[in-house]
């Protein structure tokens, strides 16, 4: 599932750089703390990380699961804590990446597709079957049983 959101969000490709990647792609250097630089694109946002995590949305995760810095790991822990929260790690992990599964984390990745496949936010978003097709083929590539 991890690896799905962060080909959603645009830093599946860069391996471990995308741990560093800012809104927009752009790069940041220290990994000890959410970055909190504002960028100012097509949109404007602060999103930062694999997870593309706003300030608000890390500091939530980072204090309930006393996270100490914005390693990897710690970026990995606060996106399931995200996908919990939202109530549907269960369901994926019974049933797989769904569209009803996607239309709620929608709400927390604007390039998650709601059930009419548009963003949440009004951002770009994947299409629902690229998104499935690529927890699919992750899955099976990772040696997971769908």
């Known amino acids: 599932m991890l690896?799905?959101?962060?080909?959603?969000?645009?830093?599946?490709?860069?391996?471990?750089?995308g741990y560093r990647t800012l809104y927009g792609g752009g790069r940041f250097s220290s990994l000890e703390r959410h970055p909190e630089i504002v960028?100012?694109?097509?949109?404007?946002?602060a999103a930062a990380g694999?997870?593309?995590?706003?300030?608000g949305t890390w500091s939530e995760a980072?204090?309930?699961?006393?996270?100490?810095?914005?390693?990897?790991?710690s970026q990995d822990q606060a996106a399931l804590y995200l996908v919990d929260r939202r109530g549907v790690?269960?369901?994926?992990?019974?049933?797989?990446l769904t569209h009803e599964a996607m239309a709620v984390l929608a709400r927390e990745w604007a390039s998650f597709?709601?059930?009419?496949?548009?963003?949440?936010?009004?951002?770009?978003?994947?299409?629902?079957?690229?998104?499935?097709r690529f927890y699919s083929s992750?899955?099976?590539?990772?040696g997971v049983q769908a």
């Open 89 to 96: 790690l269960d369901q994926i992990d019974q049933k797989g």
């Open 113 to 132: 597709p709601t059930l009419a496949g548009r963003s949440a936010y009004g951002q770009p978003v994947k299409r629902a079957e690229d998104l499935q």
């Open 138 to 142: 992750n899955l099976k590539a990772l």
């Open 39 to 45: 960028v100012v694109k097509r949109y404007t946002s």
């Open 50 to 55: 694999a997870y593309q995590f706003l300030p």
């Open 3 to 17: 690896n799905t959101i962060r080909y959603a969000e645009g830093t599946w490709k860069q391996g471990k750089e």
């Open 62 to 73: 980072a204090r309930k699961l006393q996270l100490e810095s914005f390693a990897p790991s």
